[in-house]
C-alpha cells in the first residue's frame, strides 16, 4: 500500500504500466452481444485486478453473462462506496484488425475500440483501489450489457447502490469534467399493421402502412420539448416487402431523452396515445423508460468533494457538465445513492471510430479517484438502508 501522500507521485510512476494494461484490455475485443467473448474479456480483466489488486475477480453470473466484483467488507458502522464500471463496448468483432490499439507519443494519447468509453476508466480504478491503505468498504462491480441497457446486470447495480454512501462511475469524462447529471433514456418501437395490395393494378385496395408510419413520426416530432431537455429521436425504420406493392407493416424505433421523470411519463403517455392517420391501419407501440434521469442534485456534494480534492493535489480545476448520455450511475441515482459519474479518462470520441484517451491523465485521475474514494471511506456514514 501506498501512504496518503504518495499516491500520486507512486501513480505516475505507473504510466507506462497502466498504458501496456489498457492496451491488453482493448486488444480483448467485448462487443455486448457476444456473450462468449465477453466472457473471455471477463477473464483476462479477472487477471489484469490480480496482478493490480493481488486478488482475482468474484465471477457474477447473472442472465447467461459473466459479471465481475471485487468486495473489502466496511468496517462496523463504516461506509460502503461503490465503484461500477462496464467493460463491454458497441465495436464488433474484427474492429481491432482495421483499429488496432495505438500509442501516439507525440500527442500524448492512446486508441483503440472501447480504450474511452470505458476500458482506461476501468484500468484507472483498479490502480486507484490498488494504492488504498485500507480498502475495507470498498466494492467493485464490472458488468457486460451496460452498452445495450444491463438488463441482466441492473439488479446487481440496485443492490449494491442501495447499501453504499456513495456511487463513483469511471465513465469518461465530459472533455475533462466531471458528470453530476444525466437525462434518463426510454427506447420505443412504433410498428403499424397494414393491408398489401399491388401498386398499379389496385393501390385502393392496400393500407399503406408506410404512410401511416410517416404521418405517426410528424406526431412523433411534435412530442419533443428541447426547451424541457426532451428528444425524441428515430433512429431505425423499415417497410414493405417489394418494390411495387402496397406495404402492409413498416417499424420505427425511436430513442427518447428526458431531464425529469415527469418528462418521461409526458412523454411515454403520448406515445402510448398516438393513433394512425391512414384507414386500414392500426398500430402497436412497445417499448417505455428505461434509465431514469440521473438529476444534478445527486452528484453536487461529492463533485464539490472532488473539487477540494483535486485542489489539493495540484491537479487542474475541476468541472462539471451535466450530459444527455446515460449510465449505470442512473441507476444507482434512482434508488437514492449519491452518485459521481464520469471519473474515468480524459479523452473524446466514445462510439466513434478514434475514440481516444489522454495518457498523461490516466495516473492523475486515477490519484483524484483514489483520494475521494478514501475521503468517503473516512468521513462518511454507513448508508441507511434503501427500498
Not at 121 to 134: F, N, R, W
Not at 353 to 359: A, M, P, Q, R
Request: charge should be negative; aromatic fraction near 4%.
Amino acid at each position: 500500500m501506498i501512504e496518503r501522500d504518495g499516491r500520486l507521485t507512486e501513480l505516475r510512476g505507473r504510466t507506462g504500466l497502466m498504458v501496456e494494461q489498457l492496451g491488453r484490455l482493448v486488444e480483448v475485443e467485448t462487443p455486448s452481444e457476444d456473450l462468449a467473448a465477453c466472457a473471455g474479456g471477463a477473464h483476462v480483466l479477472s487477471q489484469l485486478g490480480k496482478e493490480i489488486l493481488g486478488e482475482p475477480a468474484e465471477f457474477v453470473e447473472s442472465g447467461g453473462r459473466t459479471h465481475l466484483r471485487w468486495r473489502w467488507p466496511a468496517r462496523a458502522g463504516g461506509a460502503t462506496v461503490a465503484l461500477i464500471g462496464h467493460f463491454d463496448t458497441v465495436w464488433p468483432l474484427g474492429t481491432l484488425a482495421r483499429w488496432p490499439f495505438t500509442v501516439d507519443g507525440a500527442a500524448g494519447t492512446a486508441t483503440g475500440p472501447g480504450c474511452f468509453d470505458m476500458k482506461a476508466g476501468i484500468i484507472q480504478l483498479l490502480h486507484a483501489v490498488s494504492v488504498l491503505e485500507d480498502r475495507s468498504g470498498v466494492e467493485i462491480l464490472l458488468t457486460c450489457d451496460e452498452e445495450i441497457g444491463s438488463q441482466s446486470s441492473r439488479p446487481l447495480i440496485e443492490e449494491l447502490a442501495r447499501r453504499s454512501a456513495a456511487a463513483l462511475i469511471p465513465e469518461g469524462s465530459g472533455h475533462g469534467a466531471l458528470k453530476t447529471g444525466r437525462k434518463g433514456t426510454g427506447m420505443y418501437r412504433l410498428e403499424v399493421t397494414g393491408r398489401a395490395a399491388h401498386a398499379g393494378l389496385e393501390p385502393e385496395k392496400g393500407a399503406n402502412a408506410l404512410l401511416a408510419l410517416a404521418h405517426l413520426l410528424l406526431a412523433v416530432d411534435a412530442l419533443a420539448r428541447p426547451d424541457l431537455g426532451s428528444t425524441i429521436t428515430p433512429t431505425l425504420s423499415a417497410a414493405g416487402s417489394a418494390g411495387n406493392t402496397v406495404p402492409a407493416h413498416a417499424y420505427a424505433e425511436l430513442d427518447v431523452r428526458v431531464a425529469s421523470r415527469e418528462e418521461a411519463e409526458r412523454v411515454d403517455g403520448a406515445l402510448r396515445g398516438l393513433r394512425t392517420a391512414v384507414p386500414g391501419t392500426s398500430l402497436a407501440v412497445t417499448g417505455g423508460p428505461h434509465r431514469p434521469p440521473l438529476p444534478a442534485t445527486s452528484g453536487a456534494q461529492l463533485f464539490e468533494r472532488a473539487r477540494v480534492l483535486a485542489e489539493r493535489l495540484g491537479l487542474a480545476p475541476l468541472r462539471d457538465i451535466v450530459v444527455g448520455g446515460a449510465s449505470d450511475g442512473n441507476f444507482t441515482a434512482a434508488v437514492g445513492c449519491p452518485t459521481l459519474d464520469g471519473l474515468g479518462a480524459v479523452g473524446d470520441g466514445a462510439h466513434a471510430e478514434g475514440e481516444y484517451v489522454s495518457v498523461a491523465d490516466l495516473p492523475d485521475r486515477a490519484a483524484l479517484l483514489a483520494h475521494l474514494i478514501a475521503d468517503l471511506l473516512d468521513n462518511q456514514p454507513a448508508a441507511q438502508s434503501r427500498q
